[in-house]
């Protein structure tokens, strides 16, 4: 049966070649895809730029839509991308109502209430490898679909058949790879942004996240490992099929929450990059935890050629993290993490929020703090958003601090929330000036501009119509403020 995937990424055009690299590569539907493939389907993938105009999505969709003739449409969604899915979709339904129209990810597993009430004819909630091959196979044997495990299926008569939810998926080594082939003739340059993903899961319960949710939707354990063998497999695939590929991302929330795990993946990856010439070098995410202050694993990573690490600080206040974030670590114990990453040759890139709940500026200035103390190669820093399903964003609607949709235009660039104690404008200021603050006396004015405005012009799509000119006069006069 053929089943057409339709995805959104933000910042790019609608094209038959929209994507740079394979860093948006969606693991949710690509794993889904190599299921169904693997068991005779026929599989495509649609990439659209939600920023675009509407007439080149539609463009796209009536050729892909007419040439691929799907039977099964299936979409995808975070929270700040559904409002564009949803309109996609209805206008598929308008136009080829005999489509069969589902859809999954995140928002809808935690909304699924709202997300049903759209124009689809089926929802998944949790994961969808398997309950996506049934559906197909009961549309291919032209049975009206009923009785699938995590789906919610809407009859003809406008009832809801709230399906139970079957267990996690136990044994990730079990899957197939995810296809990347669905991808490859979208992506400009096939030698770079390459990410493997190495577990399902995550056992912390950080309130903006969505995963202290997600764990309670099915039975079964949460977090689940592929074996070292099963990863290097993998590995040893994308090698051989791009000889040209420099590094990898692994995508695991807790990559040190199993020690012996990780010293024998470490391991065999040394063995692995040993038989190669100019060997991949590797990067990973690292969460901050009693266990995972240990040189031993830094001793590790730096043998299997990572040459980099992630680091989720947040938030440079421990009462923010403790009481707000529920991240229980201290300043000491992300400074020691930083200090064995860099002793050991790794670089560190930190991930920082501004704006959050009961966050004052005062809180906001220690992770200024942090940041220049400990220089990172590199930072993610945004305004927080608070997303459906999370516990962060049901405690904005109880305090009141929510009034109506949120505006996502600007997503994670743009003050959205009036808290008493940090108000919209200082989150602003705050975002703007953060690598003034951080960085200064360590970089040239020059490049911390340069990245001030980067991030101003390109970071979204609506900052693209300031003009340069007074966006410098902005600057200075901040810069003047500051003191």
Request: aromatic share 12%; net charge positive; glycine share 6%.
């Amino acid at each position: 049966m053929k089943v057409l995937f339709i995805y959104s990424v933000y910042g790019i055009n609608s094209t038959q070649q929209p994507l740079s690299s394979w860093s948006p590569l969606q693991f949710g539907i690509s794993y889904i895809s190599a299921v169904l493939k693997k068991y005779g389907h026929t599989v495509k993938l649609l990439v659209l730029g939600s920023a675009n105009s509407w007439s080149a999505n539609n463009q796209l969709i009536m050729s892909y839509v007419d040439d691929c003739n799907p039977r099964l449409i299936c979409f995808t969604s975070v929270y700040s991308e559904y409002t564009f899915i949803e309109k996609i979709a209805g206008f598929i339904k308008s136009q080829w109502p005999d489509k069969y129209l589902i859809i999954g990810g995140v928002h809808s597993t935690l909304n699924p209430s709202d997300v049903i009430q759209g124009p689809f004819d089926a929802l998944c909630i949790g994961e969808g490898e398997y309950p996506l091959l049934e559906l197909c196979s009961q549309l291919e044997e032209k049975i009206i679909p009923h009785g699938i495990a995590n789906l919610w299926i809407k009859s003809g008569h406008g009832a809801i058949e709230k399906n139970m939810p079957r267990d996690f998926i136990q044994d990730l080594n079990s899957l197939p790879f995810p296809d990347r082939e669905m991808w490859r003739p979208l992506i400009k340059d096939i030698d770079s942004g390459f990410t493997v993903m190495l577990g399902r899961g995550c056992p912390h319960n950080c309130t903006y996240c969505c995963n202290h949710a997600l764990k309670k939707v099915a039975a079964g354990k949460y977090v689940r490992f592929r074996s070292p063998e099963n990863i290097i497999e993998e590995v040893t695939w994308l090698y051989k099929t791009f000889p040209k590929i420099k590094s990898i991302y692994f995508e695991v929330e807790s990559i040190a929450l199993n020690k012996a795990w990780l010293f024998e993946l470490c391991r065999q990856l040394d063995i692995f990059n040993s038989t190669i010439n100019n060997g991949i070098s590797y990067g990973c995410n690292y969460r901050i935890s009693p266990q995972s202050i240990d040189e031993e694993i830094f001793i590790a990573l730096h043998r299997a050629n990572f040459n980099q690490i992630n680091i989720g600080l947040e938030s440079g206040s421990e009462r923010v993290r403790k009481e707000v974030l529920k991240r229980h670590y201290s300043n000491k114990d992300f400074l020691n993490v930083v200090f064995l990453a860099r002793k050991h040759g790794l670089k560190v890139y930190t991930y920082n929020m501004i704006g959050l709940p009961e966050e004052t500026i005062e809180d906001h200035l220690e992770t200024v703090s942090l940041n220049r103390q400990c220089q990172p190669d590199f930072h993610y820093t945004s305004i927080f958003v608070p997303y459906p399903g999370t516990e962060l964003f049901n405690k904005c609607i109880k305090a009141g601090l929510i009034k109506g949709p949120i505006d996502l235009r600007m997503e994670r660039s743009k003050a959205i929330i009036e808290f008493p104690k940090f108000p919209k404008a200082q989150i602003q200021k705050a975002f703007t000036l953060f690598d003034y603050r951080v960085f200064k006396g360590y970089k040239p004015l020059w490049k911390i501009i340069f990245r001030i405005i980067s991030i101003k012009i390109t970071g979204n799509i609506f900052y693209r119509k300031l003009s340069v000119l007074p966006f410098f006069s902005y600057l200075r006069a901040k810069l003047r403020l500051h003191k």
